[in-house]
C-alpha cells in the first residue's frame, strides 16, 4: 500500500499505543485493513452502483480507489501535513477518525446516490471487525462522513456547520 503524507502521519503516531483509547489495537494496522477491504471489495462497484440505482439521470464523478485517495491528499494538504506545517494539529486518535471517515464517505454510492450519505454506519458495521469492534466509534465516523451531503435540519445543503454546532452541545 503506497501511502499518502496524512496516512503516514497516522502509521508514524500509531506506534504510540498511549495516543489511542484503546491501548491493544493497533489503529494503523486496522485502518490498512479496512482501505485494502474497501479497495478489493467496494471501491469497484461504487460507479455500477451509481449507474443502476439512481433515480436522477446524468453523469457522476468517478468513485473508485482514486476519488478517495484524492480527498485524503487534499485532506493532508489542507492540514498542511504534506509541507510539515500542520495548520491544524490533530492528535492521532483523530487522524485515524478522520482518515476512515474519508473513506467511507462515499460508499453508500453503491446504493445510489439518493441518501447515500446516511448508509455510512451501516456499511460500517456490515464490515464487522474489518472496521474495528467499536460502534460507538463506527457512529462518530459515520456522523463525520455524511456531512459531505445531504441537507442540514433547516434543509440546507451546509451539513458541515451543523455536525460543529451539534458536537458542541
Known amino acids: 500500500m503506497d501511502l499518502l503524507p496524512l496516512e503516514k502521519l497516522l ?11 484503546r491501548l491493544k489495537v493497533n489503529y494503523f494496522e486496522l485502518y490498512k485493513g479496512l482501505v485494502s477491504h474497501l479497495k478489493t471489495s467496494i471501491y469497484k462497484d461504487i460507479d455500477s452502483g451509481l449507474a443502476a440505482n439512481s433515480k436522477i439521470p446524468g453523469f457522476y464523478t468517478a468513485h473508485n ?6 480527498v485524503v491528499h487534499h485532506a493532508g494538504m489542507l492540514l498542511g501535513v504534506e509541507t510539515g506545517e500542520e495548520y491544524i494539529n490533530l492528535t492521532a486518535y483523530e487522524t ?12 453508500g454510492n ?5 441518501g447515500h450519505e446516511k448508509k455510512c454506519f451501516t456499511i460500517l458495521k456490515n464490515m464487522g471487525p474489518i472496521s474495528g469492534d467499536d ?7 459515520a456522523k463525520i462522513a455524511q456531512a459531505h451531503g445531504g441537507k442540514n435540519s433547516l434543509g440546507s445543503n451546509d451539513t458541515i456547520s451543523e455536525l460543529v454546532l451539534n458536537s458542541l452541545s
Do not use: M, T
Not at 110 to 114: N, T
Open 11 to 21: 502509521e508514524r503516531n500509531a506506534r504510540d499505543h498511549s495516543l489511542f483509547p
Open 65 to 70: 480507489a482514486e476519488h478517495f485517495d484524492e
Open 96 to 107: 485515524y477518525i478522520l482518515l476512515v471517515a474519508i473513506r467511507v464517505h462515499d460508499v
Open 110 to 114: 453503491i446504493y445510489g446516490r439518493e
Open 135 to 141: 460502534d460507538a466509534e463506527k457512529k462518530i465516523i
